[in-house]
């Protein structure tokens, strides 16, 4: 049970907090520029005097390691950029309104911890803040009071942690009820719903598009690093074949999701944030019929992130019997076939680990397996699923 959520003060002004990084990273430029052109300069003195660069008493200073922060004066330190090896976590939006807890998850960072997934807009179309740029969230209901997004961006930087915002795109209960027009719709025109009873969006309508990308371009200018698409698909479960798309295109599903991502990107990339997506675990082993195509895909962005739990494999997937015993081994193979299919793209391999129990409960061993598959796959690092956000310990700590 979670407590009330905070209501914070003011208002968030997406303008102004761009604006203000834009103008933090120039003096960054400018303040390097300078530290450039200083050594040289000492260099060639050294070399004229042939003295020794480093003599009396002096220390050659060490190069910070990627995504961490830069020691800036007078103002809130920033995340260079992805860390060398991102080692992160979930956290739903609801978890981070109860006081005190995001500060508990940043506190991870003494243990290992280098990026941290916080949900923007989850599963329930719950977006976590209430943006004044996206005035459709408040009249479907999705705009939410869990957390201050330039708040939560300002106490990562200082942790020196590298913030992910993350965005399911077309399931959409939220948007889906409040405007009908814009969901997926069965033959009598009701709004078609999941297994689960959900309701989502149409992949077809642009205005669709646009909710999302505004929502993500409002975390992006609160500070958010990396913004994380998800469900960036068409729907697989449920009664899939009495889904009506009103202004469906005589285009691949592939196609209309490549669009989209494409969009998305073009919106994104001029904020200075990374863009990228989760896909399915299986989505380049084989087509599922959902419109992720990993290759096309990773054309338009910085960062693939496929869920490979092996408890979502069945059996014989890969010629395992039970994928789902042997973690490791599942996820080398997925993987692997990500690997293949990305091969020559300039896009970076996260995969999704499984941290929670379903058909048997995970070990420490369990999780590390899987962590020791995605090294040895080469991967840019890892991150941890778990819904209610209760992680092993000590799995976090670097190779």
């Given amino acids: ?46 070399l004229a005097l042939n003295a020794s660069l480093f003599t009396g008493g002096g220390k050659k200073p060490s190069p910070a390691p990627a995504g961490s922060v830069a ?34 998850y940043l506190k991870l960072h003494r243990r290992g911890l280098t990026a941290l997934e916080l949900d923007v807009k989850d599963e ?131 196609q209309t999701i490549a669009d989209f991502v494409q969009y998305a990107t073009n919106r ?17 082993t084989r087509d599922l019929g959902i419109g992720q195509k990993p290759r096309l895909l990773g054309k338009y962005l910085d960062a693939i992130y496929p869920m490979v739990y092996p408890s979502h494999f069945g059996s014989g997937e890969f010629n395992i019997s039970d994928p789902d015993a042997v973690p490791g081994r599942t996820v080398s193979f997925a993987l692997l076939d990500f690997r293949r299919k990305l091969e020559g793209r300039n896009v970076r391999i996260v995969p999704w680990l499984q941290d929670f129990s379903i058909y048997r409960t995970y070990t420490t061993g369990d999780v590390e397996q899987q962590i020791d598959a995605a090294r040895r796959a080469d991967s840019a690092g890892y991150m941890l699923w778990n819904a209610n956000g209760d992680y092993t310990r000590g799995v976090l700590a670097g190779r």
């Fill in 268 to 284: 994104l990339k001029p904020l200075g944030v990374q863009v990228s997506a989760a896909l399915f675990g299986l989505s380049a």
């Fill in 1 to 46: 049970m979670f407590n009330d959520p905070p209501v914070f003060p003011g208002r968030i002004d997406p303008s102004d907090r761009f604006r203000d990084r834009r103008r933090r990273a120039r003096r960054r430029r400018q303040i390097r520029s300078v530290a450039i052109l200083a050594v040289l300069i000492g260099v060639s003195v050294a």
């Fill in 71 to 104: 020691a800036t004066t007078g103002e809130d330190p920033a995340v260079s950029g992805p860390p060398k090896e991102i080692r992160g976590v979930h956290v739903s939006a609801a978890l981070a309104s109860v006081p005190g807890k995001l500060d508990e």
């Fill in 124 to 254: 329930n179309g719950e977006i976590g803040f209430r943006s004044p740029v996206v005035p459709l969230a408040h009249r479907v209901g999705a705009a939410q009071r869990y957390y201050d997004p330039t708040e939560v961006a300002r106490k990562a930087h200082k942790a020196g942690v590298y913030l992910i915002g993350r965005i399911v795109v077309f399931e959409d209960p939220r948007l889906s009820e409040g405007e009908p027009s814009r969901a997926i719709r069965t033959s009598d025109g009701s709004v078609w719903r999941n297994s689960n009873g959900l309701g989502w969006t149409n992949p077809y309508d642009q205005d669709v598009w646009k909710y999302n990308v505004d929502i993500a371009v409002t975390a992006a200018k609160a500070g958010f690093d990396e913004i994380m698409f998800d469900y960036v698909r068409f729907p697989s479960d449920g009664d899939v074949g009495a889904a009506v798309y009103p202004g469906r295109r005589s285009e691949p599903k592939w």
